[in-house]
């Protein structure tokens, strides 16, 4: 890759960011496209965020948007319906130089719920943060009821009636049949799952939105062996990836199978 002064600079913000396959993924895909771009990994704080989007923005670039900062980045810029909606971005990209924003975060986890063969039918999230309100997106399109599963009762509250603002009826945890871990946990090998299957009697279908590097996560892992179809998050992620595209390159075919081969640790 080489980087000159009309490098188009991409990149991927939150914290952390180091763990994140995004920038491997998405280099392979530049290079394969033909692309004068870059893709960074950049921690920084909710603070700093707007700031650093309009600069990326400004200078033709773009990127993506990860925990913790999805719900601040919703207000950096331009939303469109789907930010609107939830009110929590996480892809950026410049039009005339200034910041627009949208959610390839549903697209991504639709896409990770039909690899599980997950049912449209009660769904439980753990968690009430950025990717929790895309897990509320996609049981409004698939017509699924939710429970939810945080460490505050009043989120939790907070929570379902705001889905149910949205048109998603409530579910009781016991009844679910599809589990989404929208939380941080798992990044860590040591992370225990988030919460315990024996409290889903009726499991069948496990999304495990976070991944690690190497080995499944903890979830995924006492997924299979109680019999539930189980995957981490790296569908979600090639396909939230390759959906932004769409954006920062209106036009260019996506290079989707080298981004698979990235993630799969064939290619550096």
């Known amino acids: 890759m080489r980087i000159t002064g009309t490098t188009r600079v991409f ?47 400004g200078t033709g670039g773009g990127g993506n948007v990860t925990v913790p900062h999805k719900l601040v980045a919703a207000k950096a810029g331009t939303p469109d319906a789907r930010v609107r909606a939830l009110d929590v971005a996480n892809v950026f990209w410049a039009n005339d130089g200034q910041p627009m924003l949208g959610n390839t975060d549903v697209d991504g986890l639709l896409a990770l719920l039909e690899r599980v063969e997950a049912p449209s039918t009660t769904w439980c999230v753990v968690g009430t943060g950025g990717s929790a309100r895309a897990a509320v997106a996609a049981a409004g399109e698939c017509g699924a009821r939710i429970a939810v599963r945080s460490r505050s009762d009043e989120r939790a509250r907070n929570f379902l009636a705001w889905a149910a603002g949205l048109g998603v009826d409530p579910a009781e945890v016991g009844e679910c049949e599809v589990l989404i871990n929208a939380t941080p946990v798992g990044l860590g090998a040591a992370d225990p799952p988030p919460v315990a299957l024996t409290d889903f009697p009726k499991l069948a279908a496990v999304a495990d939105l976070t991944y690690r590097a190497e080995g499944a996560t903890a ?39 080298v981004m698979r081969a990235a993630l799969a640790g064939r290619m550096a």
């Open 219 to 257: 979830l995924v892992r006492v997924a299979r062996d109680a019999g539930a179809r189980a995957e981490d998050g790296r569908e979600m992620l090639l396909i939230q990836g390759a959906a932004a595209w769409s954006r920062w390159f209106p036009g260019v075919g996506v290079p989707v199978e």
């Open 11 to 57: 990149a991927l913000l939150g914290d952390p960011v180091a763990h994140s396959l995004s920038p491997v993924m998405q280099n392979a895909a530049f290079d394969a496209a033909g692309l004068d771009a870059v893709y960074l990994p950049i921690r920084c704080t909710a603070e700093d965020l707007p700031g650093v989007i309009r600069t990326l923005a």
